[in-house]
């Protein structure tokens, strides 16, 4: 997925992939550990500590898992993965992305 086309499907999150304007071609996903904006480090944690979610949270790991998800994994459930992100909408429905994720050997944590 190419910056533009998801920017224009996802208006209100923050892209926390590879800058657009340095695409070398690879697709690998950003790790969230050298995410620089502030952002996602807090959410994560939040999520990892068992500590209570804002939707601000929400929608910052909704964006992270997105790209990942995006990066160009190949297999018979990645398109379900895939189709599946935009509605992570609390902490459950994470958990249980990331548990199917983790299962296809992808795991963005």
């Given at each position: 997925?190419?910056?533009?086309?998801?920017?224009?499907?996802?208006?209100?999150?923050e892209w926390l992939g590879?800058?657009?304007?340095?695409?070398?071609?690879?697709?690998?996903?950003?790790?969230?550990?050298?995410?620089?904006?502030?952002?996602?480090?807090?959410?994560?944690?939040?999520?990892?500590?068992?500590?209570?979610?804002?939707?601000?949270?929400?929608?910052?790991?909704?964006?992270?898992?997105?790209?990942?998800?995006?990066?160009?994994?190949?297999?018979?459930?990645?398109?379900a993965l895939q189709r599946?992100?935009?509605?992570?909408?609390?902490?459950?429905?994470?958990?249980?992305?990331?548990?199917?994720?983790i299962e296809h050997g992808?795991?963005?944590?």
């Open positions: 997925m190419t910056y533009d086309h998801w920017k224009t499907t996802n208006p209100a999150d590879p800058d657009p304007e340095e695409d070398d071609g690879m697709n690998a996903p950003g790790y969230w550990m050298y995410e620089t904006s502030g952002v996602l480090r807090p959410a994560v944690e939040a999520y990892l500590n068992r500590e209570p979610m804002s939707d601000a949270d929400i929608a910052a790991m909704r964006a992270y898992l997105r790209q990942w998800i995006a990066a160009g994994f190949i297999g018979p459930d990645i398109g599946r992100v935009d509605g992570l909408t609390d902490r459950e429905a994470i958990e249980d992305w990331l548990d199917d994720a992808i795991d963005p944590l």
